[in-house]
T-cell receptor
Framework: EAGVAQSPRYKIIEKRQSVAFWCNPI?????LYWYQQILGQGPKLLIQ????????DSQLPKDRFSAERLKGVDSTLKIQPAKLEDSAVYLC?????????????FGPGTRLTVL | KQEVTQIPAALSVPEGENLVLNCSFT??????LQWFRQDPGKGLTSLLLIQSSQREQTSGRLNASLDKSSGRSTLYIAASQPGDSATYLC???????????FGPGTRLSVLP
């Protein structure tokens, strides 16, 4: 089966600009996650969707980050305006079962550099 | 709040050596612990999942152990190969949270 797809793979922007990332999960997976991984750190969960509803966005900086999952399939994560500290890899993952995060399939990530 | 640390941050070994990677967590009320592998430019791949009631799990040359009381897990890699070179992360799922808390990872280099 096809894996989790993410685009773009790399993005370089200047601070205060906006940027959007796209994720296409594995077909049929109900749960979708966005993680932020800063260099030298482990991934940190930003937001979790179950179908098209938000389950957990407690660590999402809502003043600048937003995310949506249209029709319970694809998802976009947006940053507006970007700050230097947003430089990181943004990982998308999906899970086939609702309420069972143990089996997550990760995409390759989008590496964001904010200058 | 659960915190996860991993030591060492980086490790370089010659091919064929057995090695141990360490993971420590602050809250022993865990549901399970998972070890992942991350290759450069790629996402995470699950290696082993240990439930809180288990003491260890094995897959091929990999063996992961769990000691909840001391807040530690180890990943043992036998007869290391250059293809094992990657970053290894442990992630803990607590009893009160649905999602994982990740450690910072250990970057492993196996030299031919």
């Amino acid at each position: 089966e096809a894996g989790v797809a993410q685009s773009p793979r790399y993005k370089i922007i200047e601070k205060r600009q906006s940027v959007a990332f796209w994720c296409n999960p594995i077909s049929g997976h109900a749960t979708l996650y966005w993680y932020q991984q800063i260099l030298g750190q482990g991934p940190k969960l930003l937001i979790q969707f179950q179908n098209n509803g938000v389950v957990d966005d407690s660590q999402l900086p809502k003043d600048r980050f937003s995310a949506e999952r249209l029709k319970g399939v694809d998802s976009t994560l947006k940053i507006q305006p970007a700050k230097l500290e947003d430089s990181a890899v943004y990982l998308c993952a999906s899970s086939p079962l609702a309420g069972a995060p143990d089996t997550q399939y990760f995409g390759p990530g989008t590496r964001l550099t904010v200058l | 709040k659960q915190e996860v640390t991993q030591i060492p941050a980086a490790l370089s070994v010659p091919e064929g050596e057995n090695l141990v990677l360490n993971c420590s967590f602050t809250d022993s009320a865990i549901y399970n612990l998972q070890w992942f592998r991350q290759d450069p430019g790629k996402g995470l791949t699950s290696l082993l999942l240990i439930q809180s009631s288990q003491r260890e799990q094995t897959s091929g040359r990999l063996n992961a152990s769990l000691d909840k009381s001391s807040g530690r897990s180890t990943l043992y890699i036998a007869a290391s190969q250059p293809g094992d070179s990657a970053t290894y992360l442990c992630a803990v799922r607590t009893n009160y949270g649905q999602n994982f808390v990740f450690g910072p990872g250990t970057r492993l280099s196996v030299l031919p």
